[in-house]
Structure formats: structure tokens, C-alpha cells
């Protein structure tokens, strides 16, 4: 058994872009390569910010994600001692607060949009100032993989 596994941002290609957000959008994942196959586990928060629910954190086994039609890019982020895979990343991952619902449809305009506040639901008025959607890119670069760092589960590099 290897004593670390070799972890990778991973991003995926994105099949309906969001209106909200202005630019060219990949969903993110954090990629931990559990075999020499290149198959391992996807880390990620999924689900759809307009639904009541939000996001939620997900991880899966999957085979090589450069062998998936949707992969986009892949950069090494460093290595996972492979006595804290899984048990420790799902733990530490799984108690991140996910993306929660931050839109919803509005009958005034007739489509889905970025609401002010949930309760009571209030939307923001035409060129009023709009807090950022935060989805899976923030949810991975910003909480994830700082939470994983500070928590030593993802080592910047090891001696061979």
C-alpha cells in the first residue's frame, strides 16, 4: 500500500452555463487518485443553488476523470497520506457549510434569479449592486482545499 495518494483540482466542462454569472464557468472538484489505474475519489458539492436545498457535498468513485467526455483540466495540487483517505477527508469535507440556495423564481419577471434574502424573499431591484453567487468553484478553491491544508490532509509536496 502506498503511503500517499496523489491529489488534483479537477475541472469539468459544464454542459449550461449560468446567466448570473458573466464568463466561461467549469465545475471544480478535488480529485484523490486511489489507484494506479488513475481511478480514485471525487470530492465536490453538487445540486443546483436555486433549489430549496442548495448544494451538498458528494464525494464518488470514479475512474480516470481525463477519461471523462467533460473533463476540461487537471492540476496537481500535491499528495493525501493514505491513512486519512477517505475517512478523514469525507469528515472534513462533509462538515464545510455547502453553497445553500441563493436563487428562486421571481413572478414579477417571470425567471430564476439571485434573490436579496430567503425570508422573506426579497429580490434585488434592476442594477442594484448583487452579492456573488458562491457554487462549486468558491465551495473548492476558497473553503475545500484551505480547510484540507490547515487541516494536513493535503501536503504540498513529499520527498520521494
Not at 475545500?144 to 491544508?149: S, V
Request: proline share 9%.
Amino acid at each position: 500500500m502506498t503511503q500517499f495518494y496523489q491529489v488534483f483540482l479537477v475541472k469539468f466542462t459544464l454542459s449550461l452555463q449560468d446567466p448570473d454569472i458573466p464568463g466561461e464557468r467549469h465545475h471544480h472538484t478535488i480529485f484523490v487518485q486511489t489507484a494506479e489505474d488513475g481511478s480514485g475519489t471525487i470530492h465536490q458539492v453538487t445540486g443546483d443553488v436555486a433549489s430549496q436545498d442548495g448544494m451538498y457535498y458528494f464525494p464518488a468513485p470514479t475512474d480516470d476523470p481525463v477519461c471523462s467526455e467533460e473533463f476540461h483540466s487537471s492540476q496537481k495540487l500535491g499528495v493525501t497520506p493514505s491513512s486519512t483517505h477517505p475517512a478523514q477527508w469525507n469528515q472534513v469535507l462533509g462538515s464545510l457549510p455547502a453553497p445553500p440556495q441563493q436563487k428562486a423564481f421571481n413572478l414579477s419577471t417571470m425567471r430564476t434569479e439571485p434573490f436579496k434574502t430567503k425570508l422573506p424573499l426579497t429580490f434585488y431591484e434592476p442594477r442594484e449592486p448583487r452579492k456573488r453567487l458562491v457554487k462549486c468553484t468558491e465551495w473548492t478553491m476558497e473553503s475545500a482545499i484551505p480547510t484540507l491544508k490547515e487541516n494536513g490532509l493535503l501536503i504540498r509536496q513529499v520527498d520521494s
